[in-house]
């Protein structure tokens, strides 16, 4: 749930939210998450409606072998906010893609995100979602994973071989269609 817009922050209120950091905290673990200001100065009130659950306004892109359904930064295809994600380690990584890729060869639902350095493939344990008003759960452990941008960048891709039984399949077709928003929720 997304912090407050208003009133007191309080750094375990942070902590709630990122589920990162030890005792003491410091604001420069999550300064890559805020909402507001910029420099070496933060206050609390710079993560006002911060979240670690990115909302993915859907959009379409019609190719000539598949069609993409909701966010992929690399063809300007739909938005993320935030666009970032921290991981358990304090890692702000860069979200790349959240959508389902229709191709002539199925139904893939694909996850990218990127780094200053290598993204590990236990980077998160799992993705979570209502698809088709179904809680939908992505492991990575059940996704084919391959690097990109030149090593930078990893994908997690699930299809029918990885992960998805032929219910999730039709839930995630229905609920990422290219239209309206969803909600993600990624455990680290």
Request: aromatic share 10%; glycine share 10%.
């Amino acid at each position: 749930m997304p912090l407050q817009t208003s009133g007191a922050i309080s750094l375990q209120d942070l902590q709630d939210e990122f589920n990162i950091g030890s005792h003491p905290i410091t604001l420069t673990e999550y300064a890559g998450l805020r909402t507001s200001g910029s420099g070496t100065t933060i206050s609390l009130s710079d993560y006002y409606g911060a979240t670690n659950s990115p909302v993915v306004t859907q959009g379409t892109l019609q190719q000539q072998f598949s069609t993409i359904y909701g966010f992929n930064d690399a063809n300007s295809v739909g938005s993320v906010s935030p666009s970032n994600w921290m991981n358990a380690s304090g890692e702000v990584r860069t979200i790349k893609e959240i959508a389902r890729v229709q191709a002539s060869s199925g139904l893939f639902f694909q996850f990218e995100l990127s780094y200053s350095s290598a993204v590990p493939a236990n980077d998160f344990t799992s993705i979570q979602f209502t698809a088709n008003g179904t809680l939908t759960t992505l492991t990575s452990a059940e996704s084919s994973t391959t690097t990109t941008q030149g090593g930078f960048g990893r994908r997690w891709t699930w299809s029918f071989a990885n992960g998805l039984d032929t219910t999730e399949l039709a839930n995630i077709a229905a609920e990422f269609d290219g239209s309206g928003n969803v909600t993600i929720t990624v455990n680290a």
